[in-house]
Protein backbone atom coordinates (compact mmCIF):
# COMPACT_ATOMS: atom_id res chain seq x y z
CA UNK A 1 0.00 0.00 0.00
CA UNK A 2 0.86 3.30 -0.63
CA UNK A 3 1.82 5.61 2.17
CA UNK A 4 3.71 8.36 3.49
CA UNK A 5 4.31 8.75 7.26
CA UNK A 6 5.82 11.88 8.97
CA UNK A 7 6.79 10.56 12.04
CA UNK A 8 6.81 13.95 13.96
CA UNK A 9 3.27 15.81 14.71
CA UNK A 10 4.67 18.90 16.46
CA UNK A 11 8.52 20.23 16.44
CA UNK A 12 9.11 23.71 18.10
CA UNK A 13 12.33 25.46 17.16
CA UNK A 14 13.77 29.05 17.72
CA UNK A 15 14.26 30.84 15.19
CA UNK A 16 17.77 30.85 13.51
CA UNK A 17 18.24 27.28 14.44
CA UNK A 18 18.01 24.95 11.92
CA UNK A 19 15.52 22.40 10.92
CA UNK A 20 14.76 18.97 9.94
CA UNK A 21 11.38 17.48 9.07
CA UNK A 22 11.11 13.76 8.40
CA UNK A 23 9.32 11.55 5.62
CA UNK A 24 8.79 7.95 4.96
CA UNK A 25 7.47 6.91 2.29
CA UNK A 26 6.06 3.60 0.79
CA UNK A 27 5.53 3.20 -2.54
CA UNK A 28 5.12 0.30 -5.15
CA UNK A 29 7.02 2.50 -8.22
CA UNK A 30 9.35 5.13 -8.85
CA UNK A 31 8.28 7.81 -6.55
CA UNK A 32 7.77 11.52 -7.54
CA UNK A 33 8.22 13.16 -4.25
CA UNK A 34 6.38 16.69 -3.05
CA UNK A 35 7.00 18.77 0.25
CA UNK A 36 4.08 21.39 0.33
CA UNK A 37 3.48 24.36 3.36
CA UNK A 38 0.21 25.21 4.01
CA UNK A 39 -0.37 28.42 6.72
CA UNK A 40 -4.00 28.82 8.76
CA UNK A 41 -6.59 28.61 6.38
CA UNK A 42 -4.40 28.99 3.38
CA UNK A 43 -4.20 26.75 0.49
CA UNK A 44 -0.79 24.30 -0.47
CA UNK A 45 1.90 25.65 -0.95
CA UNK A 46 4.72 23.77 -3.39
CA UNK A 47 7.74 24.04 -1.57
CA UNK A 48 10.18 21.38 -3.51
CA UNK A 49 9.74 18.65 -5.64
CA UNK A 50 11.77 15.32 -7.00
CA UNK A 51 11.31 13.67 -9.95
CA UNK A 52 14.44 12.44 -10.96
CA UNK A 53 18.36 13.06 -11.05
CA UNK A 54 20.20 15.08 -8.47
CA UNK A 55 18.61 13.52 -4.96
CA UNK A 56 19.44 16.67 -3.26
CA UNK A 57 16.76 19.42 -4.27
CA UNK A 58 16.31 23.06 -3.68
CA UNK A 59 13.15 24.57 -3.21
CA UNK A 60 12.23 28.10 -2.19
CA UNK A 61 12.62 29.89 0.66
CA UNK A 62 15.58 28.37 1.72
CA UNK A 63 14.40 24.47 2.05
CA UNK A 64 15.97 21.70 0.90
CA UNK A 65 15.44 17.84 1.12
CA UNK A 66 17.44 14.96 0.20
CA UNK A 67 15.90 11.88 -1.49
CA UNK A 68 17.53 8.41 0.18
CA UNK A 69 16.05 5.28 -1.90
CA UNK A 70 18.01 2.77 0.16
CA UNK A 71 16.08 4.54 3.06
CA UNK A 72 12.90 5.54 1.41
CA UNK A 73 12.69 9.18 2.85
CA UNK A 74 12.87 12.59 1.47
CA UNK A 75 13.51 14.80 4.54
CA UNK A 76 12.87 18.42 4.35
CA UNK A 77 15.62 20.27 5.87
CA UNK A 78 16.42 24.49 6.35
CA UNK A 79 19.96 25.75 7.96
CA UNK A 80 18.12 28.75 9.59
CA UNK A 81 14.54 28.72 10.22
CA UNK A 82 12.37 32.14 10.56
CA UNK A 83 9.87 33.27 11.97
CA UNK A 84 7.45 33.04 9.24
CA UNK A 85 8.04 29.53 8.99
CA UNK A 86 5.42 28.56 10.86
CA UNK A 87 3.16 26.55 9.53
CA UNK A 88 1.84 23.09 8.87
CA UNK A 89 4.26 20.74 6.26
CA UNK A 90 3.04 18.17 4.20
CA UNK A 91 5.35 15.62 2.48
CA UNK A 92 3.74 13.31 -0.39
CA UNK A 93 4.25 10.37 -2.78
CA UNK A 94 2.78 10.20 -6.25
CA UNK A 95 3.55 8.45 -9.60
CA UNK A 96 4.74 9.22 -13.18
CA UNK A 97 1.19 8.99 -14.47
CA UNK A 98 -0.62 12.54 -13.67
CA UNK A 99 -3.52 10.72 -13.02
CA UNK A 100 -3.18 9.28 -10.13
CA UNK A 101 -3.36 11.52 -7.05
CA UNK A 102 -0.68 12.49 -4.02
CA UNK A 103 -0.74 10.29 -0.72
CA UNK A 104 -0.56 13.02 1.79
CA UNK A 105 1.17 12.21 5.00
CA UNK A 106 -0.63 13.64 8.06
CA UNK A 107 1.78 16.90 8.54
CA UNK A 108 3.97 18.51 10.36
CA UNK A 109 3.12 21.44 12.44
CA UNK A 110 6.55 23.80 12.96
CA UNK A 111 6.64 26.63 15.77
CA UNK A 112 8.76 29.10 15.73
CA UNK A 113 10.25 30.44 19.04
CA UNK A 114 12.23 33.99 19.87
CA UNK B 1 1.85 29.57 -14.97
CA UNK B 2 0.05 26.41 -13.81
CA UNK B 3 -2.63 28.45 -11.80
CA UNK B 4 -5.43 27.12 -10.44
CA UNK B 5 -8.66 28.59 -8.65
CA UNK B 6 -11.26 27.73 -6.74
CA UNK B 7 -14.20 29.61 -6.16
CA UNK B 8 -16.15 30.84 -3.59
CA UNK B 9 -13.11 30.88 -1.26
CA UNK B 10 -15.30 30.71 1.96
CA UNK B 11 -19.19 29.62 2.15
CA UNK B 12 -21.43 29.57 4.97
CA UNK B 13 -24.65 27.98 4.74
CA UNK B 14 -27.80 26.66 6.23
CA UNK B 15 -27.98 22.84 7.01
CA UNK B 16 -29.99 21.21 4.07
CA UNK B 17 -28.78 23.45 1.39
CA UNK B 18 -26.37 22.44 -1.98
CA UNK B 19 -23.21 24.30 -2.07
CA UNK B 20 -21.39 24.53 -5.28
CA UNK B 21 -17.51 25.13 -5.53
CA UNK B 22 -15.89 25.70 -9.26
CA UNK B 23 -12.28 24.40 -9.84
CA UNK B 24 -11.29 26.37 -12.75
CA UNK B 25 -7.27 25.68 -14.31
CA UNK B 26 -6.98 29.51 -16.00
CA UNK B 27 -4.22 28.60 -17.98
CA UNK B 28 -3.98 25.15 -18.92
CA UNK B 29 -6.14 22.23 -19.75
CA UNK B 30 -6.70 19.47 -17.12
CA UNK B 31 -8.21 16.37 -18.29
CA UNK B 32 -8.16 15.19 -14.79
CA UNK B 33 -8.94 17.17 -11.42
CA UNK B 34 -9.12 15.81 -7.70
CA UNK B 35 -11.14 16.68 -5.01
CA UNK B 36 -9.37 16.38 -1.54
CA UNK B 37 -10.98 17.34 1.72
CA UNK B 38 -9.10 18.70 5.11
CA UNK B 39 -10.77 18.37 8.17
CA UNK B 40 -9.60 20.64 11.02
CA UNK B 41 -5.70 20.01 12.23
CA UNK B 42 -5.75 17.05 9.60
CA UNK B 43 -3.91 16.16 6.22
CA UNK B 44 -5.84 15.83 2.90
CA UNK B 45 -7.96 12.77 2.15
CA UNK B 46 -8.53 12.10 -1.63
CA UNK B 47 -12.34 12.02 -2.19
CA UNK B 48 -12.48 11.69 -5.56
CA UNK B 49 -11.12 12.21 -9.29
CA UNK B 50 -12.45 13.75 -11.79
CA UNK B 51 -11.85 13.40 -15.70
CA UNK B 52 -13.27 15.78 -18.25
CA UNK B 53 -16.42 13.96 -20.23
CA UNK B 54 -17.07 10.95 -17.77
CA UNK B 55 -17.84 9.97 -14.40
CA UNK B 56 -15.92 10.69 -11.29
CA UNK B 57 -14.10 7.95 -9.49
CA UNK B 58 -14.97 8.00 -5.69
CA UNK B 59 -13.09 6.81 -2.86
CA UNK B 60 -14.10 4.20 -0.42
CA UNK B 61 -16.79 5.94 2.36
CA UNK B 62 -17.48 9.13 0.06
CA UNK B 63 -20.53 8.99 -0.68
CA UNK B 64 -21.31 10.29 -4.78
CA UNK B 65 -24.56 10.96 -4.35
CA UNK B 66 -23.85 13.86 -1.59
CA UNK B 67 -21.01 14.86 -3.31
CA UNK B 68 -21.78 15.40 -7.03
CA UNK B 69 -19.09 15.94 -9.58
CA UNK B 70 -19.13 17.33 -12.88
CA UNK B 71 -15.85 17.73 -15.15
CA UNK B 72 -17.91 19.28 -18.22
CA UNK B 73 -14.77 20.80 -19.75
CA UNK B 74 -11.06 21.00 -19.23
CA UNK B 75 -10.81 23.49 -17.32
CA UNK B 76 -13.21 23.29 -14.68
CA UNK B 77 -14.59 21.09 -12.55
CA UNK B 78 -17.34 22.33 -10.07
CA UNK B 79 -18.11 19.83 -6.54
CA UNK B 80 -21.61 20.59 -5.44
CA UNK B 81 -22.38 18.81 -2.05
CA UNK B 82 -26.19 18.29 -1.87
CA UNK B 83 -28.30 18.48 1.54
CA UNK B 84 -25.17 19.76 3.37
CA UNK B 85 -25.10 19.07 7.05
CA UNK B 86 -22.73 20.28 9.90
CA UNK B 87 -20.22 17.26 9.38
CA UNK B 88 -19.63 18.21 6.55
CA UNK B 89 -17.84 21.50 7.14
CA UNK B 90 -14.46 21.19 5.97
CA UNK B 91 -11.94 22.91 4.01
CA UNK B 92 -11.76 21.10 0.48
CA UNK B 93 -9.07 21.72 -2.25
CA UNK B 94 -9.01 20.38 -5.60
CA UNK B 95 -6.04 20.21 -8.16
CA UNK B 96 -5.16 19.81 -11.77
CA UNK B 97 -3.10 17.41 -13.84
CA UNK B 98 -0.90 19.47 -16.40
CA UNK B 99 -1.13 16.33 -18.70
CA UNK B 100 2.37 17.21 -19.54
CA UNK B 101 4.27 14.61 -21.51
CA UNK B 102 6.47 14.59 -18.29
CA UNK B 103 6.78 15.02 -15.36
CA UNK B 104 2.77 15.13 -14.62
CA UNK B 105 2.22 17.40 -12.02
CA UNK B 106 -0.23 18.51 -10.04
CA UNK B 107 -1.68 21.76 -9.06
CA UNK B 108 -3.50 23.39 -6.36
CA UNK B 109 -6.23 25.68 -5.97
CA UNK B 110 -6.05 27.52 -2.82
CA UNK B 111 -9.16 25.83 -1.04
CA UNK B 112 -12.82 26.54 -0.17
CA UNK B 113 -14.04 26.63 3.53
CA UNK B 114 -17.06 25.41 3.80
CA UNK B 115 -19.11 26.42 7.13
CA UNK B 116 -22.78 24.85 7.77
CA UNK B 117 -24.96 25.71 10.21
Known amino acids: AQSVTQPDIHITVSEGASLELRCNYS??????LFWYVQSPGQGLQLLLK??????LVQGIKGFEAEFKRSQSSFNLRKPSVHWSDAAEYFC????????????FGKGTRLSVIA | GAVVSQHPSRVICKSGTSVKIECRSLDFQATTMFWYRQFPKQSLMLMATSNEGSKATYEQGVEKDKFLINHASLTLSTLTVTSAHPEDSSFYIC?????????????FGPGTRLTVL
Open chain 1, 50 to 55: YFSGDT
Open chain 2, 95 to 107: SAVTGLISYNEQF
Open chain 1, 27 to 32: YGATPY
Open chain 1, 92 to 103: AVGNFSGNTPLV
